[in-house]
């Protein structure tokens, strides 16, 4: 920047004037910085811009999957949001491993990021990180909560999975349900809106034997488990299966199919599936995926509005959300062939 100011002609100051907001030096300066720019090609850092400041114009994202469809989606409507506001993202992807998480805040806190949104993995047990970050610069959770306090924006699981237990239970036998593996909170709370659905119909809770791994690859993990339980004679406790989201739903499919079993819903199908999320391939499965779909730019929307009015920034004064800490949005029924 010195070197840069030299060859302009220009004190620092306002070289730095400049970069942090062109229109605030006379038209005589800007024009000739610019041609100073297209003369040297010189461009600032701006990751060391944003540590000379007291609050950078960053804002980190930690997602634990960089190619679920659901955080890619949710990405892409922060960022768009963020860049009206004058922002950069920032995101980190931990693979599902909860100690790149850890390593992915550390970066953060290195890069003085001005706040933060983030997808946590693990159960709801503490993360001394997490929670200092918290502290030192505003958080906003997606997905899933890290805790009870925090802010958070996401899907209200009990009123997605009474809606589609509910349908279910109207249209047909019962649905057993086919559990996520416990990656993250959302595994335990899908699984306790199964339950409490199921009672409110006044129907016994049926849950699906499964081996207990860990692991983000969830559709291999669904088939491999179907696979096990047709080839072992073990059986569905039901002829209907509920899933706790969609990529279990398709590996499901794909083994029964396999097996020979016809998914759908009438008098010649051995089985009905149905999912959770409205992931973009529900729809292109065979038969297409009965389903209750998130409204994953909704998520995005509200939480970079949140994270923003916690920093201060200007945000819609007549989204009446933005006034809570807790946002739980609703989903919609999308049926399909497959129940």
Request: proline letters at 6%; aromatic letters at 8%.
């Amino acid at each position: 920047m010195e070197d840069f100011s030299d060859f302009v002609g220009l004190s620092r100051p306002t070289v730095s004037k400049y970069f942090n907001d062109p229109s605030s030096v006379r038209k005589k300066t800007r024009d000739a910085i610019e041609e100073a720019l297209r003369k040297s090609g010189f461009r600032p850092n701006m990751f060391a811009v944003n540590l000379n400041r007291r609050r950078s114009n960053i804002i980190g994202i930690v997602i634990p999957n960089s190619l679920d469809p659901f955080f890619m989606g949710l990405i892409r409507r922060i960022e768009i949001l963020a860049s009206q506001a004058g922002f950069l993202v920032f995101v980190l992807s931990c693979d599902g491993r909860r100690d790149i998480q850890e390593e992915a805040i550390r970066t953060f806190r290195s890069m003085n990021v001005a706040g933060a949104i983030i997808a946590p993995v693990g159960q709801s047990e503490g993360s001394p990180l997490l929670e200092q970050l918290g502290r030192d610069i505003p958080l906003v959770y997606v997905d899933t909560p890290f805790d009870g306090d925090a802010a958070f924006v996401g899907t209200d699981n009990r009123q997605s999975f009474a809606l589609m237990v509910d349908y279910l239970c109207r249209s047909g036998e019962p649905p057993c349900y086919f559990a996520m593996p416990e990656v993250n909170a959302n595994a335990g709370e899908r699984k306790t809106a199964y339950i409490e659905a199921m009672e409110t119909l006044r129907q016994v809770p049926q849950l699906i034997a499964l081996r207990e791994i860990r692991s983000w690859d969830f559709e291999q993990f669904a088939f491999e488990e179907t696979t096990r339980i047709l080839e072992q004679k073990i059986g569905f406790p039901s002829r209907t299966i509920v899933c706790a989201n969609d990529r279990l739903a398709f590996g499901v499919i794909a083994a029964a199919w396999q097996r020979g079993l016809k998914i759908g819903h009438g008098p010649d199908c051995d089985l009905r599936v149905a999912g959770h999320d409205d992931h973009p391939l529900s729809r292109y499965t065979c038969p297409p995926l009965t389903t209750v779909a998130q409204n994953t730019s909704e998520i995005g929307r509200l939480a970079i509005g949140l994270l923003l009015k916690k920093l201060g920034e200007s945000t819609d004064p007549n989204e009446p959300k933005l006034h809570q800490d807790r946002i739980l949005l609703k989903s919609e029924l999308m049926l399909r062939q497959s129940a």
